[in-house]
């Protein structure tokens, strides 16, 4: 019977560890979204109250280990150490740099550019920060932040010491665990604490459950408003239809696996993003668009360390908290899954390539899109009623209202939902992806276990259709994601410990040229009950 339970789970080839850590965090976490089910109200109270509390007390910490983070990383893969390639001297790449591309980029940033690219700019804008220590009209600086905290530093900070840690440690060193506690093994020893390493994978679970569910709860109350302020559709039922849809193609996704899954979505999701702000660029305030992008990429640029340190200190204003601070928490907790996945799909490159793909090449992408979005709603004529609906209704409603007076905003509507509709399988596909890899130690967890994480999650998108507005949402990265910063720093030592430890004993061959590409030989399969033949 115990046999029997432990196949449906996926965890028949599991120890006691793993099993313990599945039901633990698999527990934890269902309770929270059933509470959030059966009483909203006071789930969404007490989130909102635990925020305030981390980001009251916790605030400077988020922004102090962003810019050590941002340091660390950058002096690694500047240094000698940015020309190992992960998986070894021999391994070659597994994806063609599009498809490569377009993974890293789908899954690492999510509905957020849309989502948050209409509600920042217009909250900033019309409540600027106090004592902002330089000159610049409110919509420069709304879009500067923006740039900050989604372009660049944001995308350098937190992403890149998990997948850095993984490409070293796990794919060029080999250490036998993929799990983020096996990392600090040269650290803390495994044999002789094993229970620390076991909280540090369920500090890990939980934050990376945090961080996608946050995602999930944005994208679905933006979906439900986009349908019923633009098409005027306001049946709940049919939001859960169209999230049921979303559910059934991520299982389907999850039965034909990373190669023939997550990529062809990615993909797809890249296409989708084009036509999209192609369309918004011919249709939107074009003029208005361009120039104040330009504007606020100079403010941005010119000031990127002062804007990212800043705290309003000597006030009472918690501004600092409530937008950077939530930001890099949130970041934060993406860091696992997002920063294991990179360096899942990033073997046979280096890491300075990795830094190419998973920093400059999104920020050009997100700084394109967030000059064209935050252009669009804070142009004479979009700003007034966009605030208005804001102001009323948050930021769900402030994209309904956008697109109502934009022309053809129906069609603009239409790939918005399909654009948000990719993020979520995508982010999904990765999440319980590693998640699951790293509840196993297997790089490539079987279809069953991954299923169950992605039923859990469905729960959490559900559950946050009940929720009332945002507050609530944006706490779940923020309160689950703490307890695991404090691992990012041993995380980013043991890279470097690890990365000096290969040099120290490997030829010069370990450093080479880049490898071709050779996406006609796969070295990637899915150990799955029925995806092995699927790919």
């Not at 969404?44 to 009251?56: H, P």
């Not at 994978?201 to 961080?211: D, E, K, T, W």
């Not at 340190?309 to 950077?324: E, I, N, R, Y």
């Amino acid at each position: 019977m115990r046999t029997s339970l432990r196949r449906v789970f996926g965890l028949e080839d599991a120890d006691a560890a793993e099993v313990g850590l599945f039901a633990v965090a698999m527990g934890v976490l269902l309770s929270l979204a059933v509470v959030g089910l059966l009483d909203p109200a006071l789930l969404s109270a007490t989130m909102n109250g635990a925020f305030d509390w981390v980001l009251t007390w916790f605030g400077w910490w988020f922004l102090l280990l962003g810019f050590v983070l941002l340091v660390l990383v950058t002096a690694l893969t500047a240094s000698k150490y940015g020309k190992l390639r992960i998986g070894g001297q021999d391994a070659t790449p597994d994806f063609d740099t599009f498809s490569w591309l377009s993974m890293v980029f789908t899954v690492g940033f999510g509905a957020s550019i849309l989502i948050w690219g209409v509600g920042e700019p217009i909250s900033i804008a019309n409540s600027p920060p106090p004592n902002v220590p330089l000159q610049a009209t409110p919509g420069a600086l709304a879009l500067a932040f923006m740039y900050i905290h989604e372009v660049f530093p944001g995308l350098a900070m937190w992403y890149l010491p998990v997948g850095i840690a993984f490409g070293i440690i796990v794919y060029t060193q080999g250490v036998g665990e993929y799990k983020i506690g096996a990392m600090l093994g040269g650290i803390v020893d495994v044999d002789d604490h094993r229970w620390f390493h076991w909280l540090v994978n369920l500090s890990a679970i939980v934050a990376s459950i945090g961080g996608i569910a946050t995602t999930l709860g944005f994208s679905a109350q933006t979906v439900s408003s986009i349908l019923g302020g633009t098409f005027g559709v306001h049946s709940a039922a049919l939001t859960y239809l169209l999230f049921a849809v979303i559910g059934a193609v991520f299982l389907f996704d999850v039965w034909l696996g990373l190669r023939s899954g997550i990529r062809n979505a990615a993909r797809g999701t890249m296409v989708l993003i084009a036509l999209s702000m192609a369309l918004l660029v011919v249709v939107g305030p074009t003029i208005y668009m361009l120039e104040l992008g330009l504007d606020a990429t100079g403010v941005w640029l010119s000031n990127v360390f002062r804007l990212m340190l800043f705290t309003v200190p000597g006030t009472s204003s918690s501004w600092a908290g409530q937008w950077t601070g939530f930001w890099w928490a949130w970041w934060a907790a993406w860091s696992i899954f997002v920063g294991s996945f990179v360096a899942r799909v990033s073997k046979g490159r280096t890491l300075r390539e990795m830094f190419l793909v998973l920093v400059v090449a999104p920020a050009a992408l997100t700084w394109i899109q967030h000059s064209l979005i935050g252009g669009w709603v804070l142009a004479p004529g979009y700003r007034e009623p966009v605030t208005a609906a804001y102001t009323a209704d948050g930021i769900p409603a402030a994209i309904a209202t956008a697109l109502s007076i934009t022309p053809f905003g129906n069609v603009l509507a239409v790939l918005f939902v399909l654009v948000i509709a990719g993020y979520i399988i995508t982010s999904l596909d990765s999440a319980v992806f590693m998640v699951s890899a790293i509840t196993l130690g297997d790089e490539n967890p079987n279809a069953r276990i991954r299923a169950w994480w992605g039923v859990l999650l469905a729960v959490f998108g559900v559950m946050s259709l009940q929720l009332s507005g945002f507050g609530a949402i944006e706490s779940f990265a923020g309160v689950l994601a703490l307890p695991f910063t404090v691992f990012l720093l041993a995380i980013v030592y043991a890279s470097y410990r690890a990365a000096r430890e290969i040099l120290g004993h490997a030829d010069d061959g370990i450093i080479t040229d880049p490898a071709p590409e050779q996406p006609s030989q796969p070295a990637i399969t899915d150990d799955d009950d029925t995806a092995s033949s699927a790919d």
